[in-house]
T-cell receptor, first 112, second 113 residues
Framework: GQSLEQPSEVTAVEGAIVQINCTYQTSGFYGLSWYQQHDGGAPTFLSYNALDGLEETGRFSSFLSRSDSYGYLLLQELQMKDSASYFC?????????????FGAGTRLFVKA | DAGVTQSPTHLIKTRGQHVTLRCSPISGHKSVSWYQQVLGQGPQFIFQYYEKEERGRGNFPDRFSARQFPNYSSELNVNALLLGDSALYLC????????????FGSGTRLTVV
């Protein structure tokens, strides 16, 4: 089976940097994704790591260490609009298909 | 371009009834996945379809079934509804099976009473 762990809540101030960690356990690891979801909205894709290292997309960066089964999402220059839930998701290959399994999510509160 | 569209947006059903939820992927996207999201939790994987074939199934009972049509749209069917089936049902599409970044629809909010 698959399991993911991430903190349930993180609070930070506007302009700061915040890191959301994710550890995972899976049998057919194919990659780690991050999604953002605002209240009442749909999840939106942020980033994907298949190989070890850091991927940067604007204010957001994502890191993966496959040997440690660990990744994180780094949000810089926090803005109020970044207040949302953030999900890490493992892409797992099983049989002839893929599953993307989501963590329970980290609720980020950005304060002024 | 239209995004992923789901219908209906909201639905109220009685225990024991059957429900059909519909999803139209982004034009050209061949893969559709279904997720169930209970308030405060992450989306739970139900099914993935690609080129009209089931390519992945999550840990949901046989009351849940789905299919994909030649135009790549998809239906999720749930039989013998239980109160615990109340959730947001999300559809996500991707261009190919191996693509990792999904585009989600806004979901169908199902309430079972």
């Amino acid at each position: 089976g698959q399991s993911l762990e991430q903190p349930s809540e993180v609070t930070a101030v506007e302009g700061a940097i915040v890191q959301i960690n994710c550890t995972y356990q899976t049998s057919g690891f194919y990659g780690l994704s991050w999604y953002q979801q605002h209240d009442g909205g749909a999840p939106t894709f942020l980033s994907y790591n298949a190989l070890d290292g850091l991927e940067e997309t604007g204010r957001f960066s994502s890191f993966l260490s496959r040997s440690d089964s660990y990744g994180y999402l780094l949000l810089q220059e926090l803005q109020m609009k970044d207040s949302a839930s953030y999900f890490c998701a493992v892409r797992d290959q099983e049989g002839g298909g893929f599953k993307t399994i989501f963590g329970a999510g980290t609720r980020l509160f950005v304060k002024a | 371009d239209a995004g992923v569209t789901q219908s209906p947006t909201h639905l109220i059903k009685t225990r024991g009834q059957h429900v059909t939820l519909r999803c139209s992927p982004i034009s050209g996207h061949k893969s559709v996945s279904w997720y169930q999201q209970v308030l405060g939790q992450g989306p739970q994987f139900i099914f993935q379809y690609y080129e009209k074939e089931e390519r992945g199934r999550g840990n949901f009972p046989d009351r849940f079934s789905a299919r994909q049509f030649p135009n790549y749209s998809s239906e999720l069917n749930v039989n013998a509804l239980l109160l615990g089936d109340s959730a947001l049902y999300l559809c996500a599409s991707s261009l190919e099976l191996a693509n990792y970044g999904y585009t989600f629809g806004s979901g169908t909010r199902l309430t079972v009473v």
